[in-house]
């Protein structure tokens, strides 16, 4: 019911003085009654307005000078891109497009792995066939079989390394005297070089199934965390995956997501009209298959209905938290508890009035930590904008002082290269020849104008040429001297 400022702003710079005269067209009805309530703007909505409106829409480049339909349309689209950009505010942390593909890739590495330990039992039990019964694990028997490899080069020194894998001393044990009286076949060194590579390639995907389900966690913990500790991780991320996304979910009935998974089985018994299914993807969670065989069509859909409420809470919430989905857990718990026992449960009522209190105080603390998070950003961001202010005032207190010294340094050079020039001109000793008194007469004649400014590159020139001339005259002085 309060009108924007802009908007208000807006009508006051267009709307004439007079403005009880002045009939508004407005197409929303709240918004018209808003502008009568502040502006005291008389507003007709209605059809006809969204009419006009629609034609003005249309008949707009005609309207407006110097406006096409295709600069009108790129402002439609840009104030729609601007509008929608506004209105919905997406945060990078709550994205479950990563938990879809995250999921997908997990369930298709557990096929991978399965069917790549299956070839390294098959292409090394030719060699070592009693090693299947005593190491099962996929993941282990690729460990032992790498840190093996020739069983009869197995020795009891080797006993720690396997212990250490195994993590068991009667499983090393064994191993090693399977390995001494194995009935498998020799094998040569180039087949065992592939097993090996083999079998390391498998431990690696292993290793990164792992660290993915680790990522797994922490993004449902993020995006999803009501759900993930009602339901689990791995369930959650998987109903997520099969409705498309956490929105799609969320809009999703409890009756929905009781069979979500199942969909091939419904379909099948309203043809045959048989059975529906129970449960579909939440039969993994860890409540039904603790549930008695009469109770587990009950508990699946009581589960279902906490997980509806747990995926709206953490869809629709601006900080999700965890709060809510533990007390939807205990509510599940309490319910098996009633099945079970005949205790009655809490009312629902009373769980989420604890949740809430709860949640605002959870809420409360996060909010306080983002505002620390967000002034310490501000004073580091303030202290790295001085450190290069006063880093440019520096450097430009270092260039204008380098420029100094530059002009200083120029000057000097200056003034030495003309006291060299000076001091390079002196008088000339007589001599027997006479070459020296022409020399003498020369450099007493005046010079012209034009020469007497010269650079110093030319000063420079002039004085190597004399230091040639005066080692030239000395060596024929020197020749006359011997002659």
Known sequence: GVLHEDLRLLLDTALPPKRKKVVLGV??????????????????????????????????????RGLTAQSAAKAQLGLGHSYSRAKVKFNVHRVDNMIIQSISLLDQLDKDINTFSMRVREWYGYHFPELIKIVPENSMYCRVAKFIGNRRELSEESLEGLEEIVMDSAKAQAILEASRSSMGMDISPLDLINIESFSRRVISLSE?????????????????????????????????????????????????????????????????????????????????????????????????????????????????????????????????????????????????????????????????RQEKKEKKKKKREKRQLEALAAAAEEAEENSVMETEENDVGAKKKKKKKKQQAEESEPEAEPEENGLEEEEEEEEEQPLPKKKRKVTVEQEEEEEEKKKKKKKKKKAVAQDLEED
């Open 27 to 64: 197409g929303d009805a709240k918004m018209g009654a808003a502008v009568q309530e502040e502006l005291g703007v008389q507003c007709q909505t209605g059809g006809v307005v969204a009419e006009l409106m629609r034609g003005i829409r249309l008949h707009f480049p005609a309207l407006v």
């Open 208 to 368: 990164y199934r792992q660290g993915l389900q680790e990522y797994l966690r922490s993004k449902m913990s993020q995006v999803a965390p009501s759900l993930s500790a009602l339901i689990g991780e791995v369930v959650g991320a998987r109903l997520i995956s099969h409705a498309g996304s956490l929105t799609n979910l969320a809009k999703y009935p409890a009756s929905t997501v009781q069979i979500l998974g199942a969909e091939k089985a419904l379909f099948r018994a309203l043809k045959t009209r048989g059975n529906t299914p129970k449960y579909g993807l939440i039969f993994h969670s860890t409540f039904i298959g603790r549930a008695a065989a009469k109770n587990k069509g009950r508990i699946s859909r009581y589960l279902a209905n906490k997980c509806t409420i747990a995926s709206r809470i953490d869809c629709f919430s601006e900080v999700p938290t965890s709060v809510f989905g533990d007390k939807l857990r205990e509510q599940v718990e309490e319910r098996l508890a009633f099945y079970e026992t005949g205790e009655p449960p809490r009312k629902n009522l009373e769980v989420m009035k604890e949740a809430v209190v709860e949640a605002n105080e959870v809420v409360a603390e996060v909010k306080r």
